[in-house]
């Protein structure tokens, strides 16, 4: 499954590395696409394995607000 997370807060590359570290730190993500521009993540996800909430949470634990 694929899904685009609307991540708030990112401003530079570290940013950008704390939450695609985040999310693939979540057993069943398979891929990871910051893009820090526009604040979007894509994320390739075995639906199984995670979900959207566990997502959300990784990325607010690294101090983001996720508009999913």
């Known amino acids: 499954m694929q899904i685009t997370l609307?991540?708030?807060g990112m401003?530079?590359?570290h940013c950008k590395s704390a939450v695609k570290?985040?999310?693939e730190g979540l057993e069943g993500v398979q891929g990871?696409?910051?893009n820090l521009g526009t604040g979007k993540v894509d994320?390739?996800?075995d639906d199984a394995k995670t979900n959207i909430?566990?997502?959300r949470e990784a990325v607010e634990e690294q101090g983001y607000d996720?508009?999913?």
């Open 11 to 13: 401003t530079c590359g």
């Open 43 to 45: 994320v390739t996800y």
């Open 32 to 34: 990871v696409e910051v």
């Open 66 to 68: 996720v508009i999913v």
């Open 6 to 8: 609307d991540v708030r």
């Open 21 to 23: 570290g985040a999310l």
């Open 53 to 55: 909430e566990a997502m």
